[in-house]
T-cell receptor, first 109, second 115 residues
Framework: GQQVMQIPQYQHVQEGEDFTTYCNSS?????IQWYKQRPGGHPVFLIQ?????EVKKQKRLTFQFGEAKKNSSLHITATQTTDVGTYFCAGGGADGLTFGKGTHLIIQP | GAVVSQHPSRVICKSGTSVKIECRSLDFQATTMFWYRQFPKQSLMLMATSNEGSKATYEQGVEKDKFLINHASLTLSTLTVTSAHPEDSSFYIC???????????FGPGTRLTVL
């Protein structure tokens, strides 16, 4: 079945540094979604990418969908303490929605 | 690592029947589990929070009498779609937090089709 790998599992950054999390699928995806989970909360939808090579921005967040529609990345510029949390990617395919294990972003002031 | 299973993975039922979906944490205990619903080509939407030993907490707009949640034990939560109708056809996913509640493990999902 479809597998979605997400790296890194943990990322420590100093406040103000950039952060990137990567998602790779074993199969071609129809779409990729990104979610953010704040500590103690539940995952909240951030964005969905559908087109090959698509790039979308939300303020300091940049989302990319690979040309082959098998990988994706989320990049945060100049992290702030409010960015703390776990970022999940979820790949949409024939088997439904498959989640990556998430990347925990820890920010040191 | 921690694993969450769901059963069944796919179910087709007739309109008016009830369907039970199970969510199990296989190697850890979960006092809380989350139930989500995803419509085709849309994002995951939180339906309810399942709490072991107490009533589930439902999100606004989710009918608690329609979607019955029972957190029977520290490793099992069930979602029962009662008197299912075609508009209930969807992809249902559960998740369970562990590791201090900051790590979320998702089940593989259940695709429900109501004829």
């Amino acid at each position: 079945g479809q597998q979605v790998m997400q790296i890194p599992q943990y990322q420590h950054v100093q406040e103000g540094e950039d952060f990137t999390t990567y998602c790779n699928s074993s199969t071609t995806l129809s779409n990729i979604q990104w979610y953010k989970q704040r500590p103690g909360g539940h995952p909240v939808f951030l964005i969905q990418l559908v087109k090959s090579g698509e790039v979308k921005k939300q303020k300091r967040l940049t989302f990319q969908f690979g040309e082959a529609k098998k990988n994706s990345s989320l990049h945060i510029t100049a992290t702030q303490t409010t960015d703390v949390g776990t970022y999940f990617c979820a790949g949409g395919g024939a088997d439904g929605l498959t989640f990556g294990k998430g990347t925990h972003l820890i920010i040191q002031p | 690592g921690a694993v969450v299973s769901q059963h069944p993975s796919r179910v087709i039922c007739k309109s008016g029947t009830s369907v039970k979906i199970e969510c199990r944490s296989l190697d850890f205990q979960a006092t809380t589990m989350f139930w989500y619903r995803q419509f085709p080509k849309q994002s995951l939407m939180l339906m309810a929070t399942s709490n072991e030993g107490s009533k589930a907490t439902y999100e606004q707009g989710v009918e608690k009498d329609k979607f019955l949640i029972n957190h029977a034990s520290l490793t099992l939560s069930t979602l029962t779609v009662t008197s299912a109708h075609p508009e209930d056809s969807s992809f249902y996913i559960c998740s369970a937090p562990t590791g201090g509640a900051d790590t979320q493990y998702f089940g593989p999902g259940t695709r429900l089709t109501v004829l």
